[in-house]
């Protein structure tokens, strides 16, 4: 029974972050004024269908709290066995957070926004806005640390080599692309449609590198404890 709920829980981390990639994509597919190349991700919060991005996170967060208990119980000692579930349980609280506090409409989106509007440089950022892009910061600084301590411990193992380098990639890309978008390329989108473009382009990155990895945790967990329980 031990082993079941520890798989159950991992199991929670390893689709939460895909199925929340999907909704996010499909989403982005069918909604009238989106232009990914301008607009962010967290924008579809906004507008007649935000609830289901805000559900999107809220649910995405509390698996991936779940996760970080499956994490914990499958790696009792050792390396990242006790900062590992925790950095994960920090990135899912911050992301329930960052769906409770709903970003704040931008460059025209939704339908009726003025297309120069940027909070933070043209117009007053709601205490709600403020907040969802401080949790986002979060969430990418869990990512960070998690992503290098998970890769210290798999480069140990055998056959984790190559998990621990993507993680350790990840760990490098996602707050340099975040952290770049947001702080350097963002307040510039409303002065032409390239630094716009680049803007949309880091959205478009950061996202994936701030879920996969979050995947790729309990999928290496998974699969090293299966053969585990079998021998």
């Known amino acids: 029974m031990s082993y079941r709920t520890t798989r159950a829980l991992l199991i929670c981390g390893a ?3 895909l199925a929340s990639l999907l909704v996010f994509h499909l989403d982005m597919a069918f909604r009238a004024g989106y232009d990914p190349l301008r607009h962010a991700p967290s924008s579809m919060m906004t507008g007649d269908r935000g609830w289901l991005q805000i559900a999107n996170f809220v649910i995405t967060g509390t698996l991936m709290i779940a996760c970080a208990a499956g994490i914990r119980r499958a790696l009792p000692a050792g390396r990242a066995a006790r ?4 950095l994960v349980a920090v990135y899912g609280a911050a992301m329930i957070a960052t769906g409770v506090f709903v970003t704040d ?3 025209g989106y939704p339908p009726g926004t003025p297309s120069d509007l940027l909070p933070g440089v043209n117009a007053q950022v709601s ?8 949790t986002a ?3 990418y600084a869990a990512t960070t640390l998690a992503c290098f301590t998970f890769a210290r411990r798999f480069a140990a193992e055998p056959g984790g080599r190559a998990w ?4 350790a990639a990840t760990g490098v890309l996602a707050p340099s692309i975040m952290y770049g978008g947001s702080l350097v390329l963002q307040p510039l989108a409303v002065s032409g449609e390239w630094y716009a473009a680049l803007d949309g382009i880091a959205g478009r990155m950061v996202i994936p590198l701030g879920w996969v990895w979050a995947a790729l945790v309990p999928l290496r967990l998974l699969r090293t ?3 585990e329980a079998r021998s």
């Open 15 to 17: 689709v939460a972050p």
């Open 83 to 86: 900062w590992g579930p925790r």
């Open 105 to 107: 409409p931008q460059l």
């Open 127 to 134: 205490w709600h806005g403020q907040l969802h892009w401080m």
């Open 137 to 139: 910061f979060v969430i």
């Open 164 to 167: 621990a380098a993507c993680l």
């Open 225 to 227: 404890r299966s053969g």
